[in-house]
């Protein structure tokens, strides 16, 4: 369970969350090559817009933009196999619209189609809620299994676009914790 954590009278995206299974945590520079031992499977990145995001240049600037991001970027990491899995990020957060933006996800193969995401999710966003009253997602348009991810979760396309990204939505009332 994630305490809430305020720093002067407003909200801290820069935080850390843990369940039984996960442990999100700030990233450190020396953090980098045990994520990269997962960013570097092309598989991961086939369907972004960003398909050579594997290549230790590419996946370099993707971590330096991570930590320079004022909320940081969250290492994944699997306590029960004690290793490092993927990454994720809050980012652009919007006081005027009570919004944030989740992303910047991703997870180690072997982890696709089980619950691991959801997880990362529910942690986030249950947190983030606590705060804003809308959560965003940036996802490649042929980000098929990304966008079913966070449609499973509740969220709905807000803008559509044939290249780039798209956009999803969800609201607090409508966030499936299944």
Known sequence: MQKLQKVNGFMNFKCEFENNYLRLFQAQNSDFEKLYLVAKD?????EHPENDRWKKSKFSLFFKNGLSNEFGLLIVFDKRD?????????????????????????????????????????????????????????????????RKAVEKIGARLVIDSPTGNVVYRIVKENFNDV
């Open 42 to 46: 092309p598989n991961i990145w086939k």
């Open 82 to 146: 004690n290793n490092f899995i993927g990454s994720t990020r809050f980012y652009g957060y919007d006081i005027n619209n009570s919004a944030i933006r989740v992303g910047f996800t991703f997870i180690s193969k072997e982890y696709w189609g089980t619950t691991v995401n959801f997880h990362i999710k529910k942690m986030m966003l249950d947190y983030a809620f606590n705060f804003v009253h809308n959560i965003f997602f940036d996802i490649g348009v042929n980000n098929i299994r990304s």
